[in-house]
């Protein structure tokens, strides 16, 4: 790419080793070779917020439908003490049927005496 990059700065080199690289050594190539197209002085200047966004999708990537289900109704639960029913029940804030959330909550082992997760 006929540019001079003589530098990594510390911080850089890092954030370089201690991100996971899911992709192997491809991912890591590619990465360097954005990187050196991105910068323009001597420093080698890469995307490092995209290292940040691409960690977090990866580990948001390992929640399952059901699991985030789960947590939703067991936050909309709380937040409504626990009240199901009635116009400011969990139910109408996440807009279903009183017994739509009761089928649901039974199916995902959630427990309203208990307040915690049955094994399922």
């Given at each position: 790419m006929d540019k001079q990059?003589?530098?990594i700065r510390p911080e850089t080199m890092s954030a370089l080793v201690s991100y996971q690289w899911p992709?192997?050594?491809?991912?890591?190539?590619?990465?360097i070779e954005r990187s050196v197209i991105l910068t323009s002085g001597k420093?080698?200047?890469p995307p490092l917020a995209s290292l940040n966004s691409a960690a977090e999708t990866?580990?948001?990537?390992a929640i399952t439908l059901e699991?985030?289900?789960?947590d939703h109704i067991r936050k909309i639960l709380e937040?409504?003490?626990w009240v199901v029913a009635g116009p400011n029940g969990a139910a109408a804030r996440l807009g279903i049927k009183r017994s739509t959330l009761?089928?649901?909550m039974q199916k995902l082992?959630?427990?309203r005496a208990k307040r915690e997760l049955l094994p399922t």
């Open positions: 990059i003589e530098h992709g192997n050594i491809r991912e890591l190539q590619n990465f420093t080698l200047e990866e580990s948001f990537g699991d985030a289900e789960r937040q409504t003490r009761y089928f649901r082992g959630i427990s």
